[in-house]
T-cell receptor, first 108, second 116 residues
Framework: RKEVEQDPGPFNVPEGATVAFNCTYS??????FFWYRQDCRKEPKLLMS???SGNEDGRFTAQLNRASQYISLLIRDSKLSDSATYLC?????????FGTGTSLTVIP | EADIYQTPRYLVIGTGKKITLECSQT?????MYWYQQDPGMELHLIHY?????STEKGDLSSESTVSRIRTEHFPLTLESARPSHTSQYLC???WGAGFSGANVLTFGAGSRLTVL
């Protein structure tokens, strides 16, 4: 079983829509979580860390549910520029584990 | 803007050649990593290092080797390139003696390798 699993999508949403991605992790000992954004043929870049109490950065909200072992990313008021692949990541032990990524396309 | 640099960005090479992909970071990070990623596919960890003279193999078996003689430098070498090595190779680094939410990974821009 993979350490981190995501729905690969693709998610195609109209501009202005709200879209949510979920990511599950298999190891209850995982201690830190992140969302990365990766544009086509580019490197992943940190979007936000995920804190236990949940955290918000502008239109982006990240949540952690330790009981159900999932993290989520909510994007409000989607922009065309939000089109990308979103990767969740977890630190377990001494390793970073990435999901396969969820593809988002925002349509005009 | 980037504090982690990879060269070459693009390389097209013939089968059997030896290649070295360079990775340098100016952040003083202890931990460095090499990931392999095919287009539209997931990241696979192939090597990592927690400090000078420390290297380990990752989850994905790879015919490449790495060295860590200096903190800032983590080159990856393929002794004899094959078409199956065609991929994007991403170097990354992180800070700190332990793991926490502060120890995020920073990636280089990647080296796109094509072996003919």
């Amino acid at each position: 079983r993979k350490e981190v699993e995501q729905d690969p999508g693709p998610f195609n949403v109209p501009e202005g829509a709200t879209v949510a991605f979920n990511c599950t992790y298999s190891n209850s000992a995982s201690q830190s979580f992140f969302w990365y954004r990766q544009d086509c043929r580019k490197e992943p870049k940190l979007l936000m860390s995920v804190y236990s109490s949940g955290n918000e950065d502008g239109r982006f909200t990240a949540q952690l549910n330790r009981a159900s072992q999932y993290i989520s990313l909510l994007i409000r008021d989607s922009k065309l520029s939000d089109s990308a692949t979103y990767l969740c990541a977890a630190i377990t032990g001494n390793q970073f584990y990435f999901g396969t990524g969820t593809s988002l396309t925002v349509i005009p | 803007e980037a504090d982690i640099y990879q060269t070459p960005r693009y390389l097209v090479i013939g089968t059997g050649k030896k290649i070295t992909l360079e990775c340098s970071q100016t952040m003083g990070h202890d931990k460095m990593y090499w990931y392999q990623q095919d287009p539209g596919m997931e990241l696979h960890l192939i090597h990592y290092s927690y400090g000078v003279n420390s290297t380990e193999k990752g989850d994905l078996s790879s015919e490449s080797t790495v060295s860590r003689i200096r903190t800032e430098h983590f080159p990856l070498t393929l002794e004899s390139a094959r078409p199956s090595h065609t991929s994007q190779y991403l170097c990354a680094s992180s800070w700190g003696a332990g793991f926490s939410g502060a120890n995020v990974l920073t990636f280089g821009a990647g080296s796109r390798l094509t072996v003919l």
